[in-house]
């Protein structure tokens, strides 16, 4: 079972059992608020989106089969201190289906084409699972829309997903069978997860926006994965949640949204391994001998 279908079948029980997942009970049913919703054309989809708040544009990216509403959590923490952003994917809520396979790049694209439609200059990013691919790749196809990036659980081509988290191929289509449009935009995802990303490490070199690197340390992303992606970074950081999973941004909002609220908020220096381990050595050197 792909990323995808997890999120589809967990939301559409939470949406059955009449879960709020995380918002407050006086906010409204983020993905389907007509007074904060929109939409804008790209490529020949019409897309969904909500803005909230207002301070510093935030996007914020959902992940496989998930919608705005998965980011439920999150948009009640930021929309307290920032303009929060957020679209349904192509083939995903309420946004329209689209006409040819799913592409990172493609989706990324459309956010690109989002932000230039809302006019909001650069803006700090926040992507969990494929939202993280999109997230990196918004930053390698479009640096002067990006500020920062904050990328959890995200991968860089198939391998670095647990097969456990993946669906096989599928076979293919019968001649002159046609899928109704529900079926084929469920193809379409899952094939999403199945057969892409494909970005090479080397390629996250050329990302100059600072970007922290966030994962669960009982992810669906392999440890190690998740590791190539941090080591390729010019500029980033890392974060490993403990005893967490890959839907620590619902199980756990808390907690997620302080880790990526920390770095969005601090001026982001970059670290000397061995150079700043010397400098609080000396400091503590000379602390001690000031003592005596």
């Known amino acids: ?12 029980l939470l949406a059955a059992s009449g879960v709020a997942m995380a918002e407050t009970p006086a906010a409204p049913k983020y993905g389907s608020n007509a007074a904060a919703g929109g939409y804008v054309e790209h490529g020949g989809v019409r897309f969904y989106y909500e803005t909230y708040g207002s301070g510093p544009p935030l996007l914020l990216i959902h992940g496989n089969g998930a919608n705005i509403r998965s980011l439920s959590g999150q948009i009640d923490y930021f929309r307290k201190s ?22 990172f790049e493609m989706l990324s694209d459309d956010l690109a084409h989002l932000l230039d439609d809302l006019r909001t200059g650069p803006v700090d990013v926040l992507g969990w699972s494929d939202g993280g691919i999109e997230a990196l790749l918004l930053g390698l196809r479009h640096p002067e829309k990006v500020t920062r990036i904050a990328a959890m659980a995200a991968n860089l081509d198939p391998a670095g997903v647990y097969p456990a988290f993946l669906d096989p191929p599928e076979a293919p289509l019968p001649p002159g ?51 190539e992606i941090y080591h390729h970074l010019r500029n980033s950081q890392l974060v490993i949640f403990p ?42 050197m000379a602390e001690a001998a000031a003592e005596k």
């Open 177 to 227: 069978k046609v899928l109704d449009p529900k079926a084929a935009r469920e193809r379409r995802v899952k094939a999403l997860d199945r057969d892409e990303p494909h970005i090479k490490p080397e390629a996250l070199e050329a990302i100059v926006a600072p970007t922290l690197v966030m994962a669960s340390d009982h992810d669906a992303i392999r440890d190690e994965h998740t590791l």
């Open 82 to 103: 920032r303009r929060v952003i957020v679209m349904d994917s192509r083939d995903h809520g309420r946004s329209g289906d689209s006409p040819v396979p799913l592409t």
């Open 243 to 284: 005893n967490a999973t890959h839907m620590i941004p619902i199980d756990d909002p808390a907690t997620f949204n302080a880790a990526a609220d920390r770095f969005f908020s601090t001026p982001f220096v970059k670290k000397d391994r061995l150079g700043d381990l010397l400098k609080t050595l000396q400091r503590l």
């Open 1 to 12: 079972m792909t990323l995808g279908r997890l999120f589809s079948l967990a939301f559409l």
